[in-house]
């Protein structure tokens, strides 16, 4: 997962490759909530591990249900059987709706019957979402529902400790053009109430979201309990209900985060196709239908039990006007593919993104003009026009701790031209607090990158070259830290090729032989840890001798060489911050940004000896100084890829600097603007 504070997606033009789908938030928590209530244990497989999952996770073992992790990594459940095992608890349920409003329902009706009190709160976007409704057919049915801040809101006191005969005899009636999560949580909690005759639920209003109650009642059945149902306007849980286990099952993958694979199919699956795995034609959940209003766009889509093939097929996409009551989530996805149409999109019937994580007409609405396009909003429609190539403009997208805006307008990173001639650089998206997609799906910036290819040249670079000591790995470790990035210590590769040449008998002023040692040298990095051939070389690696062996290796034309195309290839998405001698002059010549790090050579010195003295190692300062004196002097005057500046780079002196102080004024100078082409 990506959590730094912001993540700058360059230019992308092609998308092929396999996403394998987490697990549904939607089956997710109603499965937990279900094998809680349950008697016995329940396997959950493919459970999604998710910010909404663990709160409902912690709140089911405070509520005293088991759970266990096997090493398959499978979660097993074993319920309350419908006895509250402990009467008083206060549950704290994020911004996770779904954990939310079932858990108010079965806890309010738990407590009333068994005699007991639960506070239920979140974030503070959560106090802001109403269950008002929800609230309102509780307390018809009898149980004591307290209000604790705004009335219609959370925090929610359920229960008072005393017992409440229920009055299940008549229909409750709860109303469904709000959410369909309350009639969700009632569904999934009145099955407790159902031992002296069959409950009722009357919907009042036209039921919103109805693939969502499919997903519900679907999930019920796999737990013994089978509802009847008139149209959407009556659901009638039969007398005598209980919730049975099924032993094991297994969550279906996500289909609203499929929704933006198909996107990218649509838009950037030029040669190749997306392939989705997880989630197929034959998923019980609504979003699934998002495939077609996709296709009706002009994607090309194959599919089967559990999998998916997403390709390009009209381009630029096709403009619709679409109810999107069906898909309110997977919907926000056709928001920004509208971008690539060729008329007018208008996504109507979407009053219920109003009162989601954010406010997503309105959010929606905003991140897209960032972008250059034209946008009208009403209370419950967005009408995006088509973006002409020209005018797209860099922008920093907030997000609105909403994962699906983050999900979403990562797909605008595409070039308008993708894939046809006349691709022009391109410029940057940025994405504002990337680790709001922990919510769903925490790995879908790598699920990402794991299947796009960037315009030509478009990776950015960060170069970091100066002398020894200069502080150049611990800046460019830092930057990579707070841009996400991939990292190059180049030197690193010139100290493992002298140890490798000395542990091979290669003489190191044989160029050519080192070379070859280089070329083929086993190496690999794995976090902090260097291994060679098997070993761990990462405490050799860093001694100040190999430094110096690593500065007479690297003098070689033929090794310098051999270590070129190793160093290109650690350029990979989302960018790169390299240090070294030459990142900037010969490695990266088209680096995004340059900086030539120094600091004088007493200071240099100075720092190098108290790193030593932290590692355990004495050393005088002035056969210290000596020393990198005498190696500044080697890597500035060898006739090939000396130590220097390059033209336009920025130069850094740290001395008078803390690291902290460093790394601030490299960002202040990293413009996630056009990329410099080459
Ligand atoms: N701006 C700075 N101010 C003070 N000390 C620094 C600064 N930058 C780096 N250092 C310290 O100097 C030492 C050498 O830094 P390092 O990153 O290993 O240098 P290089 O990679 O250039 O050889 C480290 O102990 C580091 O913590
Ligand atoms: N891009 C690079 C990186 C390092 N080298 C050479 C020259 C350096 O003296 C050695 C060791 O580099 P390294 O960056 O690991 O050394 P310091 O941490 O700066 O002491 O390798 C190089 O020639 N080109």
């Not at 005899?169 to 159902?194: C, K, N, W, Y």
């Not at 989630?279 to 009706?296: K, M, S």
């Not at 922990?438 to 315009?455: G, R």
């Not at 003295?613 to 300062?621: C, K, Q, T």
């Amino acid at each position: 997962m990506f959590s730094t504070a912001f993540l700058d997606l360059p230019p992308l033009r092609r998308a092929a490759g396999t996403v394998r789908l987490p697990g549904s938030k939607s089956i997710s928590n109603r499965v937990l909530l279900l094998a809680g209530l349950a008697q016995g244990t329940t396997a959950v497989h493919d459970l999604l591990d998710s910010d909404d999952t663990r709160v409902m996770l912690a709140a089911l073992e405070a509520l005293g249900c088991g759970l266990r992790r096997d090493e398959a990594g499978v979660l097993h459940v074993t319920g309350l059987g419908g006895q509250l095992a402990t009467r008083e608890a206060q549950l704290f349920l994020g911004n996770a709706g779904t954990a939310m409003r079932p858990l108010t329902a079965a806890l309010a009706v738990l407590a009333s019957t068994q005699g007991g009190a639960f506070e239920l709160s979140g974030v503070a976007r959560m106090h802001e979402r109403p269950i008002g409704d929800l609230v309102t057919a509780l307390r018809q049915l009898g149980c004591p529902v307290a209000d604790l801040g705004q009335p219609g809101y959370p925090p929610l006191r359920v229960g008072d400790g005393g017992l409440h005969a229920l009055h299940t005899a008549e229909p409750i009636r709860v109303r469904g053009d709000v959410s369909s999560q309350f009639l969700t949580a009632l569904l999934l909690a009145l099955p407790l109430v159902t031992a002296q005759g069959p409950v009722t639920i009357e919907v009042v209003g036209e039921l919103i979201s109805k693939p969502y109650i499919h997903i519900t009642l679907e999930l019920l059945a796999r737990f013994g309990i089978a509802v009847q149902r008139e149209g959407w306007q009556r659901f009638t849980l039969p007398q005598g209900s209980s919730y049975r286990t099924p032993g094991a099952i297994h969550v279906e993958g996500d289909a609203s985060s499929a929704s933006y694979f198909v996107a990218l199919g649509a838009i950037a699956g030029v040669e190749q196709p997306v392939r989705i795995e997880g989630v197929g034609l034959d998923a019980i959940q609504g979003d699934i239908r998002f495939v077609e209003a996709a296709q009706a766009m002009g994607a090309q889509v194959v599919g089967g039990p559990g999998w998916l093939e997403v390709r390009r097929g009209t381009w630029p996409l096709k403009g619709l006007t679409l109810d999107c009551n069906h898909i309110p989530d997977a919907a926000m996805t056709l928001a920004v593919m509208a971008l690539y149409a060729d008329a007018p999109t208008r996504l109507t019937n979407i009053a219920s993104w109003r009162v989601k994580e954010t406010d997503r007409i309105a959010a929606m609405a905003t991140e897209l003009r960032k972008l250059g396009a034209t946008v009208e909003e009403g209370t419950d429609f967005i009408e995006i026009q088509p973006l002409p190539a020209g005018q797209w403009q860099a922008a920093s997208i907030h997000t609105y701790d909403d994962h699906r805006m983050a999900m979403c307008l990562s797909l605008a990173a595409f070039h308008p031209l993708v894939g046809e001639p006349g691709e022009q650089p391109g410029r940057m998206v940025r994405i504002e607090d990337p680790k709001c997609v922990a919510k769903t799906f925490p790995d879908y910036f790598e699920a990402l990158f794991d299947c796009v290819e960037a315009l030509p040249g478009a990776v950015p670079v960060l170069a970091v070259d100066g002398p020894t000591a200069s502080g150049k790995g611990t800046l460019a470790s830092q930057l990579a830290q707070r841009l996400g990035y991939h990292l190059l210590d180049s030197g690193a590769l010139y100290r493992a090729t002298a140890l490798a040449a000395q542990e091979a008998g290669v003489p190191l002023d044989d160029g050519e032989a080192v070379a070859a040692v280089a070329a083929t040298m086993a190496l690999r990095f794995d976090g902090d840890t260097v291994w060679l051939a098997g070993q761990d070389i990462t405490d050799p690696l860093r001694l100040e001798s190999t430094g110096g062996l690593a500065s007479k290796v690297s003098a070689h034309p033929p090794v310098r060489q051999a270590l070129h195309a190793l160093q290109l290839s650690f350029r990979r998405l989302p960018g790169l911050v390299a240090d070294g001698r030459d990142m900037g002059t010969v490695v990266f010549p088209d680096a995004a940004l340059k900086v030539f790090l120094t600091a004088s050579a007493e200071e240099r010195a100075q720092r190098r000896h108290k790193q030593l003295l932290s590692r355990g190692v004495e050393a005088s300062i002035d056969s210290l100084c000596a020393d990198l004196r005498a190696r500044d002097d080697r890597d500035q005057n060898r006739s090939v890829a000396p130590l220097k500046p390059a033209k336009d780079a920025h130069l850094l002196d740290n001395s008078e600097l803390s690291i902290e102080d460093s790394v601030a004024q490299v960002l202040s100078w990293w413009q996630p603007g056009t990329p410099r082409q080459r």
